[in-house]
């Protein structure tokens, strides 16, 4: 018989017929609940006879120290002890002297005002219309003099107390205003005066005479210790014989040096590009009489650019090095020869103090109070603002933060530079050495 199967046997099953294949029982998940029941009853017993398993390992580790004593001193694989670190070198380390405090420049401040505010104030007002006191009314001798409580008003011509009494409320709150800043400036009278003078010019020439800036609106003048103006800045004009107030004209410029005059002790202490920012700042304020608002300046600062770079957008800076580095001579020459720079100088001024004022830090200022604090208590001012304004940047990183700080609040700026001197760090004074622990 043939072992062969016959050729039937190895045909594919038919497709229609089905096919069952058995399988068998599912496969059965382990089931490792058991061992985790054997570590965790491990775990429990070595907890619980932790002391004895403790006990009984010491009692090991001494009968293998008894029974081999030199095995620690001569391990067989030849691990020498290390030998003791030789003591450290003490190397003298130099340590920055403070900055000089010079006594002779220490400001006394006597303010005739009252406080500063802790905080910017949303806006300041005088109450009322100032008090007038008529001094002298002299026709022969073109001497009259008027008097309100802060201010005495000296003119070649008579204007009256009702006149005075108007136009002098631009002068009471430009001295509240400076004095409630949180910058704590304490304006007081020039040496030897109980109220800050203004000197009042019936003519542009008579003004121009005396030391008047061709062209300006007023100036405070430090060699008088008086602010100058034509009366007609003020708004005050001869009709007639008679004279009549015109409320229409622009009070930026009087304001602004009126800010100077404020800030009189100041001036010797503080670098251009602060003194006029400051003054400026003040002056881009809204002002309706007797009355300054202060909140929301970063809308009046995009009005005060357009009206000094009207083509400008974005507004152009001068950069930063240059503009801290610039001397006063610097920057009179640009204003009384090249109006264009002269705009621009003021512009940055103005952008510089409003960051260091609102977007420097945490926004309060606080670099800045610091900054006159220390002026204040007779230390140079190029190293109180190394110390405070600068705070361990170089002049480049801040020029980088200011440009940033102004984008934030979608106020992109270009840098125009023009040569000149740039800003440097104060010389370090000698060093002293100190020896580390």
């Given at each position: 018989m043939s072992s062969e199967?016959?050729?039937?046997?190895?045909?594919?099953?038919s497709p229609s017929v089905p096919q069952v294949i058995e399988l068998g029982p599912p496969p059965q998940k382990s089931r490792r609940w058991g061992r985790w029941l054997v570590l965790v009853?491990?775990?429990?017993?070595?907890?619980f006879y932790r002391a004895e398993i403790r006990t009984a390992g010491s009692a090991i580790q001494t009968s293998f120290r008894q029974a081999f004593p030199s095995a620690e001193a001569k391990p067989s694989f030849g691990v020498s002890k290390p030998r003791p670190l030789p003591p450290p070198v003490v190397k003298p380390l130099e340590v920055e002297a403070p900055a000089p405090v010079d006594e002779s420049k220490k400001m006394v401040l006597k303010s005739i005002g009252p406080p500063a505010r802790s905080t910017m104030p949303p806006s300041v007002a005088i109450e009322g219309t100032p008090e007038v006191t008529v001094v002298v009314e002299d026709p022969a001798a073109k001497k009259f003099i008027y008097r309100t409580p802060?201010?005495?008003?000296?003119?070649?011509?008579?204007?009256?107390?009702?006149?005075?009494?108007?136009?002098?409320?631009?002068?009471?709150?430009?001295?509240?205003?400076?004095?409630?800043?949180?910058?704590?400036?304490?304006?007081?009278?020039?040496?030897?005066?109980?109220?800050?003078?203004?000197?009042?010019?019936?003519?542009?020439?008579?003004?121009?005479?005396?030391?008047?800036m061709p062209g300006s609106a007023g100036a405070y003048s430090r060699t008088h210790a008086a602010l100058l103006a034509p009366i007609s800045s003020i708004g005050v004009k001869t009709v007639n014989d008679r004279m009549q107030l015109d409320r229409s004209g622009?009070?930026?410029?009087?304001?602004?040096?009126?800010?100077?005059?404020?800030?009189?002790?100041?001036?010797?202490?503080?670098?251009m590009w602060f003194s006029e920012g400051a003054a400026e700042y003040v002056a881009m304020a809204d002002y309706v009489h007797g009355k300054f608002v202060l909140n929301q300046m970063d809308i009046r600062l995009r009005t005060y650019l357009k009206r000094r770079q009207p083509f400008g957008n974005p507004p152009d800076i001068r950069s930063i090095p240059e503009l801290m580095g610039m001397s006063p001579q610097t920057w009179n020459e640009a204003v009384?020869?090249?109006p264009k720079v002269a705009n621009m100088n003021y512009s940055s001024a103005t952008m510089l103090v409003y960051y260091f004022y609102h977007l420097d830090g945490r926004g309060d200022g606080a670099g800045v109070k610091a900054y006159l604090r220390a002026i204040?208590?007779?230390?140079?001012?190029?190293?109180?603002?190394?110390?405070?304004?600068?705070?361990?940047?170089?002049?480049?990183?801040?020029?980088?933060?200011?440009?940033?700080?102004?984008?934030?609040?979608?106020?992109p700026l270009g840098v125009i530079q023009r040569g000149g001197n740039r800003w440097r760090p104060a010389p370090r004074a000698a060093s002293a050495t100190a020896t580390s622990p």
């Open positions: 199967l016959p050729r039937s046997a190895y045909r594919r099953p009853a491990v775990f429990a017993l070595t907890w802060h201010y005495e008003f000296q003119t070649d011509v008579m204007v009256g107390a009702d006149a005075v009494r108007t136009f002098s409320r631009i002068f009471e709150a430009t001295f509240l205003v400076n004095c409630l800043l949180p910058f704590d400036y304490r304006p007081s009278p020039e040496e030897g005066r109980e109220r800050f003078v203004a000197r009042l010019f019936s003519s542009d020439f008579n003004y121009f005479a005396e030391g008047g622009a009070t930026e410029v009087l304001i602004h040096e009126i800010t100077h005059q404020m800030m009189n002790p100041w001036l010797a202490h503080l670098p009384s020869s090249i204040e208590a007779g230390t140079p001012e190029v190293n109180a603002a190394e110390k405070h304004l600068l705070r361990d940047r170089s002049i480049e990183v801040l020029e980088a933060d200011v440009l940033n700080a102004f984008l934030k609040i979608h106020l």
